[in-house]
Structures are given as structure tokens and as C-alpha cells.
């Protein structure tokens, strides 16, 4: 069964820190780009970062770079994303996501192979 469970969303003052974390299982991770999308009600899906398998490119928003660092341990096939700085504008379902490898990784969030539920991020002005 393929599983993409996100954790460490929460409600955090304006300026704050959270740490996300998705636990992948199912599928050979180390194939595949993972990454996190954020979608807010009546606003489009706007991907936010994401990570090659193995060559180390990475992508950032141009809305997150600079705040937010994602990460990958393929020996525990778990992604993470630290966001520093938050603020109201990053409120949002954070949702992680596998796209095969073979694509731009700004297209990643596009049509994704898999993705998890997400978990809430809320950020108080």
C-alpha cells in the first residue's frame, strides 16, 4: 500500500518555526522527486519545494526561498521541510508528493504520482 503521511503542521505566531515531515512507504522512494504543495480554499495549488532523489537539485518558490529548507533521507525514505520566518501568506493544507523522476522540478506538483492528505499549517498575524 503506498503511503504518504505528513506530520508537524500546527498553529504558530507570525515569525515562527515548524518542521514538517512526510513518511513514505509503498513505492521506491529513492526514485522518485518528492515534494510539498500547499493548497488554500479558492486559490490555486502552488508548489512550494522540492528535492531530487539523488543528484542533490532542489527547488524553492520564489514565495518560500530563503525561509524554508527541505531535506531527504532515503535510508528512512522521509522528506522534510523547516520553515523559518512563517508568515500569515504561508497558511495552508501542506501536502507531500512523489513524482517520478524525469521532470523539471518546478513541475513536480503538477500531476504527481502520489500524495498524502496534508496536515494544516496556520500562521497568526
Known amino acids: 500500500e503506498v503511503q504518504l503521511v505528513e506530520s508537524g503542521g500546527g498553529l504558530v505566531q507570525t515569525g515562527g518555526s515548524l518542521r514538517l515531515s512526510c513518511a513514505a512507504s509503498g513505492f521506491s522512494f529513492d526514485d522518485y522527486i518528492i515534494g510539498w504543495f500547499r493548497q488554500v480554499p479558492g486559490k490555486e495549488r502552488e508548489g512550494v519545494s522540492s528535492?531530487?532523489?539523488?543528484?542533490?537539485?532542489?527547488y524553492y518558490a520564489d514565495s518560500v526561498n530563503g525561509r524554508f529548507t527541505i531535506s531527504r533521507d532515503n535510508a528512512k525514505t522521509t522528506v522534510f521541510l523547516q520553515m523559518n520566518s512563517l508568515r500569515p501568506e504561508d497558511t495552508a493544507v501542506y501536502h507531500c508528493?512523489?513524482?517520478?523522476?524525469?521532470?523539471?522540478?518546478?513541475?513536480?506538483?503538477?500531476?504527481?504520482?502520489?500524495w498524502g492528505q496534508g496536515t494544516q499549517v496556520s500562521v497568526s498575524s
Open positions: 508528493a512523489a513524482t517520478k523522476r524525469g521532470i523539471p522540478l518546478s513541475d513536480f506538483f503538477w500531476a504527481p504520482d502520489y
Open positions: 528535492i531530487s532523489s539523488s543528484d542533490g537539485r532542489i
